[in-house]
């Protein structure tokens, strides 16, 4: 297929997926716990002619091509949504109270079932295969670990694999490709939660207790220190507590108090982050025992950083030049080179095989588009979903063709 080819039939498309995008915004599901959207997109998978195979724990796999001989691409699109309440203005606004796709998943999901339903329409001209990778549990950083462990890069073997993730509330126009360049793209990250354990009473007889929240403040306080005295000032490290949790009335000082956050480094060997780990343990414990408080720290959820092939990069820059012209542009232009602080779970693909990464712009802050994801308010400009479509199935074309 030609470029003017695939935009046509992405542009054909359009109508369908909006509708798709919309239905899936209505009914945002969290996690691994996804029986409508599996549901949903297995259903419109057998309608476009695939026979998909449920991997992992809520995963979907879908396979187009392997007629002819040559190399396997993985595309992938994650399913799941956020646990916020919905506060954007829109018609199709979550239909489930405290879940909302605010990270735009609905929107990649879309774009996905677009490109299969195009490429499965020129199956037999495909020079090897696509796998087609509908993935939950992005968010919580468990669903890419999860189906690689259940095969997903074998049978057939991936040679190469790419993504695609919308963004909103920057000055660039809708439907403008980025693509990341060569490299660490995107932080790690390892979640974290300190507990401090002290012995309440009245607020009345201080002395009576042993405070946990005094000790935590302090704890707070001190773990700065490891940013700003203890990581070499090239290295990138850093570390929030986003969530500080203590008692439940003014006048009662509590048993426990408790701190939750993130890590993030841009070290692929996570040497960085293993010193913010041994720190936070020894300064928690140092200050809880000071105080007179027992501290405990625990780690989860850890996802590494994001390497971005350089050639596979060059490759499908090229690519979205062809499909888009002057709306592909280098990442690199608007970051400065600079890696994101933000993860992705496709990370852990990235550091199986050569993997590369798009963003398209799905609302313009030029536009009215002022949200950014993860927020309750973001809203994410649909009419871009057929070039999301097409850049998903051209790229996977242009690789395979170029890998013969």
Known sequence: MNVKEILKRASELQPE?????????????????????????????????????EMGKAGLV??????????????RADTDALPIYEEAEVDY????????????????????????????????????????????????????????????????????AVMIHVTAGLPIPSGTVMIAGGG???????????????????????HETIDPIT????????LQEITGREIDGHDYGVFTTG???????????????????????????????????????????GIGAALRCEVSAEFYDFCPCMIIDNEL????MRYMKELFDERAIDLSVISGGKPGGGSEDFAFVSHEVPTAVMFLVAGSSGDGYIYGQHHPKVRFDDSVLHRGAAAYAYSALRLLEQSN
């Not at 339903?117 to 939950?136: V, Y």
């Not at 793209?185 to 300190?194: K, M, N, V």
């Not at 990069?313 to 499908?316: F, L, M, P, Q």
């Open 17 to 53: 997926l909006l509708e798709i995008r919309r239905e899936l915004h209505k009914h945002p599901e969290v996690g691994f716990d996804l029986p409508f959207t599996k549901a949903f997109v297995k259903k419109k998978l057998e309608e476009f002619g695939y026979t998909p195979v």
């Open 62 to 75: 879908a396979i187009c091509g392997g007629k002819k001989p040559g190399k396997t691409v993985l595309l």
């Open 93 to 160: 606004r979550s239909e489930t109270d405290g879940k909302m796709h605010g990270c735009g998943h609905d929107m990649h999901t879309a774009m996905l079932l677009g490109a299969a339903k195009i490429l499965k329409m020129h199956e037999d001209e495909i020079p090897g295969t696509i796998k087609l990778e509908f993935q939950p549990a992005e968010e919580i950083f468990q669903g890419s670990p999860d189906m690689i462990a259940a095969g997903l890069l074998e049978n057939p073997h991936v040679d190469a």
């Open 184 to 206: 660490i793209s995107a932080a790690s990250c390892e979640q974290y939660h300190i507990t401090v354990h002290g012995k309440g009473g009245h607020g009345s007889v201080p």
């Open 215 to 222: 000790a935590a403040a302090h704890i707070h306080i001190a």
């Open 243 to 285: 969530r500080f949790e203590a008692g439940q009335a003014s006048n009662v000082i509590p048993d426990k108090a408790e701190m939750w956050g993130t890590i993030r480094t841009t070290d692929p060997d996570n040497k960085v982050g293993a010193l913010i780990k041994k720190r936070i343990e020894e300064i928690s414990a």
């Open 313 to 316: 990069s060059k490759n499908i």
